[in-house]
C-alpha cells in the first residue's frame, strides 16, 4: 500500500482512515467503513477492495479464517515465526533455535534460487509484482 499512502498526502487522507478499514472485525463493519470511505475517495476505496489480500489484510478475514487475535494485532513475521515455533517451543530451548535457523536457512535459499532464475532471464520483477505495480501506479495517477 506503499502508492496509496503517496496519495494521502496529495489527496488529503489520513493513514488512520485506512487502518481503521483493517482493523473492523466483522465484514459488516468493515463494509460500513469502506463504504464511508469511498465517498472521498473511491479510487483507494476500489484498490483496497479489489487488489488487496483480504485474509492477509483485514481483521474480519482473519477472524473469519479460524485465527484468534486476543486483542492483539500482530504484524506478517510474528505471526509466521509463531506458526514455525508453535511445536517446537514447547521443547528444549536448542531445539528451538535449531527450528529458527533451518527455516530461515531455507528460505534464503529458496530465495537465493528465485534471485538466480530471474537475474538469468533479466526479469526484475514476477509477473505478480508487476500487475500491482502497474496497479499501483494506475491508482497514483488517477489521485493526483
Given at each position: 500500500m506503499y502508492s496509496i499512502t503517496r496519495?494521502?498526502?496529495?489527496?488529503?487522507?489520513h493513514a488512520d482512515q485506512i487502518h481503521k478499514i483493517q482493523?473492523?472485525?466483522?465484514?459488516t463493519k468493515y463494509d460500513k467503513e469502506l463504504r464511508l470511505f469511498a465517498r472521498g475517495y473511491p479510487e483507494a476505496a476500489r484498490y483496497l477492495d479489489e487488489d488487496c489480500d483480504h485474509a492477509k489484510t483485514f481483521l474480519y478475514a482473519i477472524l473469519?479464517?479460524?485465527?484468534?487475535t486476543h486483542g492483539h494485532v500482530t504484524s506478517n513475521i510474528?505471526?509466521?515465526?509463531?506458526?514455525?515455533?508453535?511445536?517446537a517451543r514447547f521443547?528444549?530451548?536448542?531445539?528451538?533455535?535449531?527450528?529458527?535457523?533451518?527455516w530461515l536457512g531455507d528460505k534464503l535459499n529458496e530465495r537465493q534460487i528465485e534471485a538466480d532464475t530471474y537475474r538469468k532471464t533479466k526479469t526484475l520483477l514476477?509477473?505478480?509484482?508487476?500487475?500491482?505495480?502497474?496497479?499501483?501506479?494506475?491508482?497514483?495517477?488517477?489521485?493526483?
Amino acid at each position: 500500500m506503499y502508492s496509496i499512502t503517496r496519495a494521502q498526502i496529495q489527496v488529503g487522507f489520513h493513514a488512520d482512515q485506512i487502518h481503521k478499514i483493517q482493523k473492523c472485525d466483522t465484514k459488516t463493519k468493515y463494509d460500513k467503513e469502506l463504504r464511508l470511505f469511498a465517498r472521498g475517495y473511491p479510487e483507494a476505496a476500489r484498490y483496497l477492495d479489489e487488489d488487496c489480500d483480504h485474509a492477509k489484510t483485514f481483521l474480519y478475514a482473519i477472524l473469519k479464517d479460524g485465527f484468534t487475535t486476543h486483542g492483539h494485532v500482530t504484524s506478517n513475521i510474528a505471526e509466521i515465526i509463531n506458526n514455525i515455533i508453535s511445536d517446537a517451543r514447547f521443547g528444549d530451548p536448542l531445539h528451538l533455535i535449531d527450528v529458527l535457523l533451518q527455516w530461515l536457512g531455507d528460505k534464503l535459499n529458496e530465495r537465493q534460487i528465485e534471485a538466480d532464475t530471474y537475474r538469468k532471464t533479466k526479469t526484475l520483477l514476477t509477473s505478480y509484482a508487476m500487475q500491482h505495480l502497474v496497479r499501483q501506479v494506475r491508482l497514483q495517477r488517477t489521485c493526483t
